[in-house]
C-alpha cells in the first residue's frame, strides 16, 4: 500500500504523547485523525502540524469513555478513507493521590479513570477492529505506563487501570490475531504539562531529579521519546505482539538506594 494511504487514528492528541505520536506519523506520510475532548486549541494546532507535514486529517471531538463517540471516531476515519490501519489509545486520565491516604479516592474516581483508561481503550479497539480484520492488517498501541508493572504513580486507580489495560492488551492481541497486532508501550516520567500541572512546579522538580539520578539510564521521557517506539510498533515489529514495552530508561531493574 502507498504510504500516504495509511489511516492511524490517536487518542487524546492535542498534547503531549498523542499529539508527538500523531506529529510523527504525519511526518511518514499517514493520514491522521486528531482527537481530543476539551482542549480543542492544542488540537488544532496538532492538526496543524500534521497537515504542514503533507498529510491529510480530521479533527474529531469524543470521549472515548462514551461508546457511540468511539464509534463516531471509527466511522469518521472508514466515511473519509475508506480504512483505519492503526490505533493509539493514549487517551487517559488520573487523579492524583497519596497511595498511603486512603480516603483520598471514592469510588467515582475508579470509575472516571477506568472509564478513560480501560473501558475506553476497550471501545476504541471494538469500534475499529471490524475494519483492520476485513483489511486483514492492523496495529493497536495503548499507551500505558510503568506504574501498571510496578503499581506506583499517581493514584492507586490510575495504576490498577493500567495494570488493567496491560492485561486487556494481552487478552486482545491473542484474540485478535493474526490481523492485528496489539501492543502497549509503559512509559515511566514523562517530562510535560500533565504531570507538573498535577504534582504543583516542586513536587515535579524534585521527583525529575529523583527519577533521573536513580535509574539506570539517568534520563526522564520526552513525549517524542515514546512517539518513537510507538511508531516503531505500528510500522515495524511485525513479529511483535502481546508485548510490553518499558520505556523508564530501567526504573523497574534499579538497585533500591
Known amino acids: 500500500m502507498p504510504v500516504n494511504e495509511r489511516v492511524a487514528i490517536v487518542t487524546g492528541s492535542a498534547t503531549g504523547v498523542g499529539a508527538a505520536t500523531a506529529r510523527l506519523l504525519a511526518s511518514k506520510g499517514w493520514r491522521i485523525v ?3 475532548t476539551k482542549s480543542e486549541a492544542e488540537a488544532r494546532d496538532t492538526e496543524a502540524a500534521c497537515r504542514a507535514a503533507g498529510t491529510e486529517t480530521l479533527l474529531v471531538r469524543g470521549d472515548v469513555a ?3 463517540d468511539c464509534r463516531r471516531l471509527a466511522a469518521a476515519a472508514l466515511d473519509a478513507w475508506g480504512r483505519i490501519d492503526a490505533l493509539v489509545n493514549n487517551a487517559g486520565v488520573t487523579r492524583f493521590a497519596d497511595h498511603r491516604d486512603l480516603e483520598a479516592l471514592q469510588a467515582q474516581d475508579f470509575q ?6 480501560v473501558v475506553g481503550a476497550y471501545q476504541m479497539i471494538r469500534a475499529c477492529a ?3 480484520k476485513r483489511q486483514g492488517k492492523g496495529a493497536v498501541v495503548n499507551v500505558s505506563s510503568i506504574a501498571g508493572v510496578t503499581g506506583m504513580g499517581s493514584s492507586v486507580a490510575y495504576a ?4 488493567a489495560l496491560n492485561s486487556i492488551t494481552v487478552t486482545l492481541a491473542r484474540a485478535l490475531g493474526p490481523e492485528i497486532r496489539v501492543n502497549a508501550v509503559c512509559p515511566g516520567l514523562i517530562e510535560g504539562r500533565w504531570l507538573r500541572d498535577g504534582l504543583g512546579e516542586k513536587v ?5 531529579e529523583r527519577y533521573r539520578s536513580t535509574t ?3 534520563r526522564t521521557a520526552q513525549p517524542e521519546d515514546v512517539a518513537e517506539c510507538i ?9 511483535v505482539t502481546g508485548e510490553l514495552l518499558l520505556l523508564d530508561a530501567g526504573m523497574h531493574i534499579a538497585v533500591p538506594r
Open 34 to 36: 486528531v482527537n481530543y
Open 112 to 117: 472516571r479513570v477506568y472509564a478513560v483508561n
Open 216 to 218: 539506570p539510564l539517568q
Open 231 to 239: 511508531v516503531w510498533l505500528i510500522e515495524g515489529a511485525q513479529l
Open 130 to 132: 471490524p475494519a483492520m
Open 160 to 163: 490498577a487501570s493500567k495494570a
Open 204 to 208: 515535579y522538580d524534585a521527583l525529575r
Open 66 to 68: 462514551d461508546d457511540a
